[in-house]
């Protein structure tokens, strides 16, 4: 006999759109569920393969397309509001994944640009795909590129010298 899917075991099955037992089945707990998604891949593509304006716009369609593609990580970020070992999960995602990839491009200030290209992602999937904020739901993927893309170029390739930047 199956164990009884949790509460919150039964709101990330809603979430994902996916049958409670299944979440239990595949990972027994929330602990469990936790530890998978912290192998969770990004699947980011090879930012030194593209020309060097255009990482930020790429970036943010290849996150769209995942997202919209994969609804595990939304189940995790959804979580990752209300749980500590959820949010550390999502930090460990970031800081694992878009560092390294954005190495080869940063130059200087390194932690201070994956920290923002992450807060940035990881507000947009809250708004978008979480909250479903109506603006941000009704921008079409290549609205969302080219203003979130700009963005993400600027904190990637930009200056950020200045009196608040350190």
């Known amino acids: 006999m199956q164990p009884t899917p949790s509460f919150r075991a039964r709101a990330i099955a809603m979430d994902a759109e996916i049958d409670p037992a299944l979440v239990m089945r595949y990972f027994g ?37 995942r997202w919209e593609a994969d609804n595990t990580f939304m189940a995790l970020l959804r979580v990752a509001v209300t749980n500590e070992a959820a949010a550390q999960q999502v930090t460990a995602v970031f800081a694992g994944q878009v560092l390294p990839a954005l190495g080869p ?47 993400l170029q600027h904190y990637i390739t930009g200056d950020l010298s200045g009196p608040l930047v350190r």
């Open 105 to 151: 491009l940063a130059g200087s200030k390194l932690a201070l640009r994956a920290g923002l290209v992450s807060s940035q992602i990881l507000g947009l999937a809250l708004s978008r795909y979480v909250l479903r904020l109506p603006p941000a739901v009704a921008m079409t993927e290549a609205e969302v590129v080219a203003c979130v893309g700009a963005t």
């Open 29 to 65: 707990n929330k602990e469990k569920l936790f530890a998978a998604a912290a192998d969770f891949d990004l699947r980011l593509p090879k930012l030194g393969d593209l020309p060097r304006d255009q990482v930020g716009a790429a970036l943010v369609r290849h996150f769209i397309q």
